[in-house]
């Protein structure tokens, strides 16, 4: 299905137009968790769905709500290679968006608000709801993921 410039995209349904998934379980990501060893089960984490729209491309990142250890489920985070911009678009749910450069930077995210992610900076969502955290990225596809970057800032469930 190809989308015209002037459609309208319900997000509800862009799953169903998007050509590539990503599932992410805790075995995926254990080394991003404190005390990993003690977990023996292997749930969801989050699914990201990508439509390819050219030059760029959008994920709708579904990251199921939850702790491992107490710690929130969080996507694995990256940076890219190249310095290319991301934006972030919060869908629906209750979670943050770390930036780590030389400073860290935590934004509790807000319906209606776009955040930019500066290229080459370190970034990464964590749930910190009940419910599903939605998160709508839009990003340039030669931008490329490193994902060895070692994030700082850890979020934990009182």
């Known amino acids: 299905m190809s989308i015209r ?12 137009l998007c050509s590539k998934k990503n599932i992410r379980k805790f075995n995926d990501m254990k080394d991003s968790y404190k005390n990993p060893e003690k977990i023996k089960t292997n749930p969801l984490i989050y699914t990201v769905y990508r439509k390819d729209f ?16 107490k710690e929130f ?38 319906k209606n608000k776009v955040y930019v992610i500066p290229g080459k900076s370190g970034h990464r969502l964590i749930n910190t709801g009940n419910k599903k955290l939605v998160v709508l990225t839009i990003y340039n596809k030669d931008a490329g993921r490193s994902y060895s970057l070692r994030f700082k800032k850890r979020f934990f469930k009182e």
């Open 5 to 16: 410039l002037d459609s309208e995209i319900d997000f509800e349904n862009l799953k169903e």
């Open 54 to 69: 050219g030059d760029f491309e959008t994920g709708l990142n579904v990251m199921e709500p939850g702790t491992i250890n």
């Open 73 to 110: 489920f969080m996507t694995k985070g990256h940076n890219h290679e190249k310095a290319k911009d991301e934006i972030y678009i919060l869908i629906s749910g209750k979670g943050k968006l770390l930036i780590q450069e030389k400073k860290t930077k935590i934004f509790n995210l807000k």
